[in-house]
Protein backbone atom coordinates (compact mmCIF):
# COMPACT_ATOMS: atom_id res chain seq x y z
CA UNK A 1 0.00 0.00 0.00
CA UNK A 2 1.34 3.67 -1.13
CA UNK A 3 2.35 5.73 2.02
CA UNK A 4 0.16 8.71 2.42
CA UNK A 5 1.14 12.35 3.70
CA UNK A 6 1.51 12.53 7.55
CA UNK A 7 0.78 15.58 9.78
CA UNK A 8 2.57 17.04 12.66
CA UNK A 9 2.01 19.99 15.06
CA UNK A 10 1.33 22.54 11.90
CA UNK A 11 3.19 20.78 9.54
CA UNK A 12 2.57 18.39 6.21
CA UNK A 13 5.17 15.67 5.34
CA UNK A 14 5.05 13.52 2.28
CA UNK A 15 6.58 10.49 1.98
CA UNK A 16 10.63 10.79 0.95
CA UNK A 17 12.38 7.24 1.66
CA UNK A 18 11.26 3.82 2.33
CA UNK A 19 12.22 1.39 4.85
CA UNK A 20 13.34 -0.89 2.32
CA UNK A 21 15.42 1.99 0.98
CA UNK A 22 17.42 3.09 4.68
CA UNK A 23 17.63 -0.92 5.18
CA UNK A 24 19.84 -0.98 2.10
CA UNK A 25 21.62 1.39 3.23
CA UNK A 26 22.20 0.51 6.65
CA UNK A 27 23.18 -2.85 5.42
CA UNK A 28 25.85 -1.44 2.96
CA UNK A 29 27.44 0.83 6.19
CA UNK A 30 27.37 -2.50 8.46
CA UNK A 31 29.05 -4.50 5.37
CA UNK A 32 31.78 -1.62 5.29
CA UNK A 33 31.98 -1.89 9.21
CA UNK A 34 31.92 -5.01 9.77
CA UNK A 35 34.98 -5.27 7.16
CA UNK A 36 37.11 -1.98 8.62
CA UNK A 37 36.24 -3.14 12.34
CA UNK A 38 37.43 -6.96 12.39
CA UNK A 39 39.51 -7.27 14.91
CA UNK A 40 39.24 -4.18 16.48
CA UNK A 41 36.41 -4.55 18.86
CA UNK A 42 34.75 -0.98 18.38
CA UNK A 43 32.98 1.00 20.73
CA UNK A 44 29.87 2.19 18.90
CA UNK A 45 28.47 5.20 20.51
CA UNK A 46 24.65 6.04 19.41
CA UNK A 47 23.82 9.64 19.88
CA UNK A 48 20.30 10.19 21.32
CA UNK A 49 17.43 10.36 20.55
CA UNK A 50 17.21 10.63 17.22
CA UNK A 51 19.79 7.64 16.14
CA UNK A 52 17.96 5.21 17.99
CA UNK A 53 16.24 2.89 15.33
CA UNK A 54 19.50 3.44 12.96
CA UNK A 55 21.56 2.57 15.77
CA UNK A 56 19.47 -1.18 16.40
CA UNK A 57 18.81 -1.47 12.76
CA UNK A 58 22.94 -1.40 11.93
CA UNK A 59 23.85 -3.24 14.70
CA UNK A 60 21.59 -6.17 14.05
CA UNK A 61 23.91 -6.53 10.73
CA UNK A 62 27.36 -5.95 13.19
CA UNK A 63 28.21 -9.13 13.22
CA UNK A 64 32.25 -8.76 14.67
CA UNK A 65 33.04 -8.49 18.38
CA UNK A 66 31.89 -4.65 19.50
CA UNK A 67 30.00 -2.75 22.23
CA UNK A 68 27.54 -0.26 21.90
CA UNK A 69 26.56 2.56 24.14
CA UNK A 70 24.50 5.80 24.56
CA UNK A 71 25.11 9.84 24.72
CA UNK A 72 23.03 12.50 24.49
CA UNK A 73 24.04 15.96 23.77
CA UNK A 74 22.80 18.62 26.40
CA UNK A 75 22.22 22.24 25.07
CA UNK A 76 21.66 25.19 28.02
CA UNK A 77 22.51 28.99 27.70
CA UNK A 78 25.70 29.85 28.78
CA UNK A 79 25.73 33.17 30.61
CA UNK A 80 29.32 34.33 29.11
CA UNK A 81 29.32 35.37 25.12
CA UNK A 82 29.44 32.49 23.73
CA UNK A 83 25.87 32.05 24.08
CA UNK A 84 24.77 28.56 23.27
CA UNK A 85 26.50 25.71 25.01
CA UNK A 86 26.86 21.68 24.53
CA UNK A 87 27.78 19.19 26.65
CA UNK A 88 28.20 15.44 26.15
CA UNK A 89 26.09 13.33 28.94
CA UNK A 90 25.80 9.86 29.81
CA UNK A 91 29.22 9.01 28.60
CA UNK A 92 30.59 5.59 30.98
CA UNK A 93 33.17 3.82 29.12
CA UNK A 94 36.68 4.40 28.97
CA UNK A 95 37.55 5.64 25.31
CA UNK A 96 41.35 5.76 25.43
CA UNK A 97 43.08 3.36 23.11
CA UNK A 98 39.25 2.44 22.16
CA UNK A 99 38.17 2.33 18.38
CA UNK A 100 35.21 4.12 18.54
CA UNK A 101 32.51 4.95 16.42
CA UNK A 102 30.03 7.59 16.66
CA UNK A 103 26.19 6.92 15.54
CA UNK A 104 24.56 9.76 13.80
CA UNK A 105 21.19 10.09 12.79
CA UNK A 106 21.78 13.19 10.57
CA UNK A 107 24.50 15.53 10.16
CA UNK A 108 23.11 18.78 9.01
CA UNK A 109 25.51 22.42 9.68
CA UNK A 110 27.75 19.85 11.49
CA UNK A 111 28.39 21.35 15.00
CA UNK A 112 27.00 18.66 16.72
CA UNK A 113 29.24 16.49 15.07
CA UNK A 114 32.08 19.64 15.56
CA UNK A 115 31.56 19.14 19.47
CA UNK A 116 31.67 15.12 19.84
CA UNK A 117 34.52 14.84 17.83
CA UNK A 118 36.20 17.16 20.09
CA UNK A 119 34.93 15.85 23.28
CA UNK A 120 36.09 12.65 21.88
CA UNK A 121 39.41 13.17 20.89
CA UNK A 122 40.82 14.37 24.28
CA UNK A 123 40.17 11.15 25.87
CA UNK A 124 42.47 9.77 22.91
CA UNK A 125 40.59 7.11 21.44
CA UNK A 126 42.49 4.79 19.31
CA UNK A 127 40.70 5.82 16.37
CA UNK A 128 37.53 7.68 15.89
CA UNK A 129 35.03 8.22 13.23
CA UNK A 130 31.63 9.02 12.42
CA UNK A 131 28.41 6.94 10.91
CA UNK A 132 25.67 8.81 9.86
CA UNK A 133 22.28 7.94 8.36
CA UNK A 134 21.93 10.78 6.90
CA UNK A 135 23.75 14.02 5.82
CA UNK A 136 23.00 17.09 4.07
CA UNK A 137 26.33 17.93 1.81
CA UNK A 138 25.12 21.59 1.39
CA UNK A 139 24.85 22.66 4.99
CA UNK A 140 28.00 21.76 6.47
CA UNK A 141 29.61 24.71 8.31
CA UNK A 142 32.91 22.50 9.36
CA UNK A 143 35.82 20.87 7.70
CA UNK A 144 34.38 17.58 8.55
CA UNK A 145 35.24 13.91 7.50
CA UNK A 146 32.72 11.28 7.94
CA UNK A 147 34.03 8.37 6.98
CA UNK A 148 30.21 6.88 6.57
CA UNK A 149 27.10 7.88 5.18
CA UNK A 150 24.28 6.16 4.65
CA UNK A 151 22.71 8.46 1.98
CA UNK A 152 22.97 12.04 1.12
CA UNK A 153 20.09 14.26 0.72
CA UNK A 154 19.32 17.94 0.08
CA UNK A 155 18.58 20.53 2.14
CA UNK A 156 14.89 19.93 3.17
CA UNK A 157 13.57 19.08 6.68
CA UNK A 158 13.18 15.07 7.46
CA UNK A 159 11.00 13.25 9.64
CA UNK A 160 10.54 9.29 11.03
CA UNK A 161 12.50 6.39 11.98
CA UNK A 162 13.95 8.30 14.82
CA UNK A 163 14.10 12.06 14.11
CA UNK A 164 11.28 14.41 15.48
CA UNK A 165 9.90 17.46 14.29
CA UNK A 166 9.33 18.96 18.21
CA UNK A 167 8.82 15.80 19.29
CA UNK A 168 7.03 14.17 16.99
CA UNK A 169 7.31 11.25 14.07
CA UNK A 170 10.02 9.37 15.53
CA UNK A 171 8.34 6.21 15.80
CA UNK A 172 7.42 6.34 11.60
CA UNK A 173 9.59 3.61 9.91
CA UNK A 174 10.10 5.67 6.45
CA UNK A 175 11.38 9.30 6.26
CA UNK A 176 8.97 11.91 5.23
CA UNK A 177 9.83 15.21 3.58
CA UNK A 178 8.28 18.88 5.03
CA UNK A 179 6.34 20.20 1.62
P1 LIG B 1 23.85 19.93 13.18
O1 LIG B 1 24.49 20.18 14.52
O2 LIG B 1 24.67 19.05 12.26
O3 LIG B 1 23.40 21.20 12.50
O4 LIG B 1 22.47 19.21 13.41
C1 LIG B 1 22.36 18.10 14.11
C2 LIG B 1 20.98 17.88 14.66
O5 LIG B 1 19.97 18.74 14.08
C3 LIG B 1 20.56 16.50 14.31
O6 LIG B 1 21.09 15.56 15.21
C4 LIG B 1 19.06 16.61 14.37
O7 LIG B 1 18.64 16.50 15.70
C5 LIG B 1 18.78 18.03 13.88
N1 LIG B 1 18.43 18.03 12.45
C6 LIG B 1 19.15 18.49 11.42
N2 LIG B 1 18.49 18.33 10.25
C7 LIG B 1 17.32 17.73 10.55
C8 LIG B 1 16.20 17.29 9.76
O8 LIG B 1 16.14 17.38 8.52
N3 LIG B 1 15.18 16.71 10.45
C9 LIG B 1 15.19 16.56 11.79
N4 LIG B 1 14.12 15.98 12.34
N5 LIG B 1 16.23 16.95 12.57
C10 LIG B 1 17.29 17.54 11.94
MG1 LIG C 1 21.04 13.77 16.30
Same mark, same amino acid.
Given at each position: MPLSTISLHDKEFSPYLSANELSTAIRLLAQRLNEEYANRQPLFVAVLNGSFMFAADLLKEITIPCEITFIRVASYEG #? *?? #? *?HIQQVLGLREEVKERHVVLLEDIVDTGNTMQLLLEQFNKQEPASLEVATLFMKPECLLHDLH? $??? *?LSIPNDFIVGYGLDYDGLG $????DVYKAV
Open positions: #T *GS #T *GI $RYV *G $RNYP
